[in-house]
Structures are given as structure tokens and as C-alpha cells.
Nanobody
Framework: QVQLVESGGGLVQSGGSLRLSCAAS????????MGWYRQAPGKQRELVAI???????NYADSVKGRFTISRDNAKSTMFLQMNSLKPEDTAVYYC????????????WGQGTQVTVSS
């Protein structure tokens, strides 16, 4: 099992910045993909950004150039630096960990609210 604990959400004005953290503990996979997803009210959960065990990153078009995903392997922690925030970034942000062996093991955090006021 992998436990994920998110922190760093909150209320910020449009144009502001926030940094989300996701601390992972428990089972460690040598091959994995970690990512951030978000879900706004009335909408489906969507991918924001991912980073794999090789350090390769990928972003949703809507956040490219504004958000940066990173990780601290020594602390088993992933971050999402969010700059130039917009009201449409308002959502619950979820940390996700996919451990890859003979199958994919999928884990989710509890979510953290990000609210951007106009």
C-alpha cells in the first residue's frame, strides 16, 4: 500500500501562486508515475501534470508555462508549483501514484482545495 498526503491548497487571488505537496509513504516501486489531477464542481477529474520515475514530465495544455511539477526522491515527495493562477484553476487537486510492476497499482490522496478568486 502507498499512502499519499497532500498539503498546500488554499485561497489565492487571480495571478497569485500556490505550491502543493504530496508526501508518499509505504510501499516503494522502482517504476512509477506520480501526478496531479483536479476536479472542479460539475466536471470530470482531469490530468494536470505527471512525472515518472525517469523524471519525464507532461502537462495539460491549460497549465503549460504556468505550473511546474517536481519531486524530491529522497523525501518521497512531489510538488506542484502553480503560478499565474486563474479562476478556472479552482478545483480539488488530487495526488496520484501509479506503481508499475506486473500490473499497475493505483493510489489517490484525499485531495486539497484550491480556490482562485477573480
Amino acid at each position: 500500500q502507498v499512502q499519499l498526503v497532500e498539503s498546500g491548497g488554499g485561497l489565492v487571488q487571480s495571478g497569485g501562486s500556490l505550491r502543493l505537496s504530496c508526501a508518499a509513504s509505504g510501499r516503494i516501486f522502482s517504476s512509477y508515475v506520480m501526478g496531479w489531477y483536479r476536479q472542479a464542481p460539475g466536471k470530470q477529474r482531469e490530468l494536470v501534470a505527471i512525472v515518472n520515475s525517469g523524471g519525464v514530465t507532461n502537462y495539460a495544455d491549460s497549465v503549460k508555462g504556468r505550473f511546474t511539477i517536481s519531486r524530491d526522491n529522497a523525501k518521497s515527495t512531489m510538488f506542484l508549483q502553480m503560478n499565474s493562477l486563474k479562476p478556472e484553476d479552482t478545483a480539488v487537486y488530487y495526488c496520484n501514484y501509479k506503481g508499475i510492476e506486473s500490473m499497475v497499482y493505483d493510489y489517490w490522496g484525499q485531495g486539497t482545495q484550491v480556490t482562485v478568486s477573480s
